[in-house]
């Protein structure tokens, strides 16, 4: 016996039915079908998406990630360059700051 399956794929649920077939493979008869129902991906109360939080939380370590590179990446061009300095200690600038916050510069 030769037979057809049909796929519904909605966002929410997943049908299927299975036919058996003719010449051409037209449907005859319905053999069989059934569904599967997914949960909404939200909460009931206000509809939130239950990945927001997620998202948000993946959004800020890309964010941070990239400032890190952009300001890696301009020491390194800086550096090449002269315009400041190749030693890993902390700049000049640095300390000043260190010693206005305790006292009168």
Do not use: H, Y
Request: glycine residues 10%; contains cysteine; charged residues 30%.
């Amino acid at each position: 016996m030769d037979w057809v399956l049909g796929i519904d794929v909605g966002t929410n649920s997943i049908g299927w039915a299975a036919f058996e077939a003719g010449e051409q493979t037209k449907p005859i008869r319905l053999l069989s079908g059934g569904v599967r129902l997914f949960d909404w991906g939200r909460e009931s109360q206000n509809a939130v998406s239950l990945m927001k939080s997620r998202g948000e939380k993946r959004r800020g370590r890309r964010r941070l990630r990239a400032a890190r590179w952009r300001r890696d990446r301009l020491c390194q061009v800086l550096t090449r360059l002269g315009a400041a300095p190749s030693d890993p200690g902390p700049p000049e600038v640095w300390r000043l700051r260190a010693r206005a916050a305790s006292e009168p510069l």
